[in-house]
């Protein structure tokens, strides 16, 4: 069964940066797409940011510019560098396959943007 651990997430004023981390266990993680999404309170989840097996990246424009996603598939880790930050990224984050498709979601990160 598919394990996923994230972390990084922390309190940061406007225009500061963090990286967040997901380590994946139970699964090759060379062989899928995978995505950062975030939900905000009262809000649905959304997938803000995805990169292919091969690294092909992808970000929702909310966050292009701003947000780099990497993977190290030797360390079965997919990684977020969120500079920039705004207050509207205040959400939980979390990593999963991209499309999701069922299973298990990890618990997630607290980001919270404030002055």
């Known amino acids: 069964q598919v394990q996923l651990v994230e972390s990084g997430g922390g309190l940061v004023q406007p225009g500061g940066s963090l990286r967040l981390s997901c380590v994946v266990s139970?699964?090759?993680?060379?062989?899928?797409?995978m995505g950062w999404y975030r939900q905000a309170p009262g809000t649905e989840r959304e997938l803000v940011a995805r990169?292919?097996?091969?690294?092909?990246?992808n970000y929702v424009d909310a966050v292009k510019g701003r947000f780099t996603i990497s993977r190290d598939n030797a360390k079965n880790t997919v990684s977020l560098q969120m500079n920039s930050l705004i207050p509207r990224d205040t959400a939980v984050y979390y990593c999963?396959?991209?499309?999701?498709?069922?299973?298990?979601w990890g618990q997630g990160t607290q980001v919270t943007v404030s002055s």
């Open positions: 999963n396959k991209v499309p999701y498709a069922g299973g298990t």
């Open positions: 139970g699964s090759a993680l060379r062989l899928f797409t």
């Open positions: 990169i292919t097996s091969d690294g092909i990246t």
